[in-house]
C-alpha cells in the first residue's frame, strides 16, 4: 500500500484526488486544503478538495504553512511515502523538500518546460497552441522545474475553451499521478530533465487582461474570449460599461474596421470589426444581469449599430 498525502484546493485537483481515492493500492493518508473563507455573497464555503474529503470521510486539515516543524513531524508520523500537489498554493519549502527528497509530486497542466508558472492552460489558449499535456513532476525549488515523471499530450481543438480544456487535463493529469505513483521506481529511473533553455513562463491573470483591443487579429480576440471564459472574462466597454463576451467565432468576409459595429439586432445578432476581419459575439453578459446568447441579449439591449467602440 501506498500512503500519500494530498495537496490541494480547486476543482481541477478533485478529478486526481478521486482517482487516487478509488485505486486499491493508495491509501490517503491526510488531505491538506486552504481553511474555508468567504466566497459568494459573503458566505463562507471550504474548497471543492475540503469538500470532496469531507463527503468521503478522509482525513483533512488546513495549516497555515505546510513547512512547519510540526507538520513535517506529523506527516513522518503518519508514514506518508508521497506528498502529491495539485493546484495548492502554497509553496513548498526546504524542511519538506529534504524530509520527502524526490517524494513531492506534482501535477502541472502544460507541456513542459513550456508555460511555467500560474496560468499555463489560459496562455496555451492565449496563444494559440494545437496541443498541451498534463505532466506529472518532481517539486524542487525552483517554479515548475522539476523532473518530468509522466508527460499525456493533448490536442487544444479550436473550439476548446479554459473550461473545456481543463476537464481534458484534469482527467490526462489525475492518469499521470496515478502512473507516476504506482510505477514509481521505474518512471524514476526514467524521468527526463527538462531544458531550461527551452522553458516559457506566464504569469498570475489580472483582471485588466480581459480587455478586448479591435485592433488585434480576429483570432487574439476569439483566443482571448476561449481563454478568460472563467476568469477574468473578455469584455468590452459600451455606454460606459463593461459588457463581457463568453463566446464569440470568427466571421469571413468582412473589411478590418476594428471596433465598428457591422450588425447588432436582435434577427442579425452582434458582429464588431477587428484588425483583420470581424468577430460574431454569440454570448454576452452586461453588468448586473445573466449571461445569455446574444439574440436574445439584444432584444431586450441596445448596442448601437454602426458606431466604433
Known sequence: MINICFMGNPKFAVQTLDVLYNDENIDIKLVVSSADKKRNRGKVYPTEVKKYAQDKNLLVESPKSV??????????????????????????????????????????????????????????????????????????????????????KALIDINDDYLSLEDKLSKLGAEAIRESLINFDQIYKNRQAQDDDKASFCKKISKDMGKIDWKSSSLDIYNKIRAFVEYPVAYFTYDSKNIKVYKAKIEENYKAKPGYVYESSPKKGLVIGTGDGAIRILKIQAPGKRAMDTKSFLQGNKIEEKITL
Open 67 to 152: 513547512n512547519t516543524d510540526e507538520f513535517v513531524k506529523r506527516l513522518v508520523e503518519l508514514e506518508i511515502d508521497f506528498i502529491v500537489v495539485v493546484a495548492f498554493g502554497q509553496l513548498i519549502g526546504d524542511k519538506l523538500l529534504n524530509t520527502f527528497k524526490d517524494r513531492i509530486i506534482n501535477l502541472h497542466p502544460s507541456k513542459l518546460p513550456l508555460y511555467r508558472g500560474a496560468s499555463p492552460i489560459q496562455y496555451s489558449i492565449l496563444f494559440g497552441e494545437k496541443e498541451t499535456a498534463a505532466s506529472s513532476m518532481l517539486i524542487e525549488k525552483g517554479m515548475d522545474s522539476g523532473d518530468i515523471l509522466v508527460q499525456k
